[in-house]
């Protein structure tokens, strides 16, 4: 009786390590977006209205994303950007993004802090 109830425990614990490698493995596929970045350009066709206040506040920015496998993609996002380096439409600003999903792109702007939310 000890006997099996010993070996089902060695299973459930072989099949816990199994399932948990099998996850890791996937998720490392799937991982950050700097695991295997594309690299882009974001080409700015709209942005909110520069603030009266200094220092950083909210910009809202819509643009054209275009990679080596995006050929243009209309694309926006929300950041914390310092006023002093605010952006303008015309703007062509560094971005990476997962290889196929340009929706998930991170801007690469000094002026720039990580999305809402991150």
């Not at 998720?27 to 709209?46: D, K, M, N, W």
């Not at 006023?83 to 702007?109: A, C, F, L, T």
């Amino acid at each position: 009786m000890v006997t099996m109830l010993l070996q089902i425990v060695f299973i459930v614990v072989i099949v816990g390590a199994l399932v948990t490698t099998v996850a890791l493995y996937l998720r490392g596929r799937s991982g950050s977006p700097s695991a295997h970045a594309e690299f882009g350009t974001l080409y700015v066709t709209g942005v909110s209205p520069r603030p009266a206040a200094q220092g950083e506040q909210f910009v809202t920015i819509t643009g054209t994303l275009a990679g080596p496998s995006v050929p243009g993609e209309t694309v926006y996002g929300r950041y914390a950007w310092d006023v002093n380096q605010w952006p303008s439409p015309g703007d062509e600003i560094p971005v990476s993004y997962p290889p196929g999903k340009p929706q998930h792109w991170r801007i690469g702007h000094p002026g720039a802090r990580p999305p809402l939310g991150s």
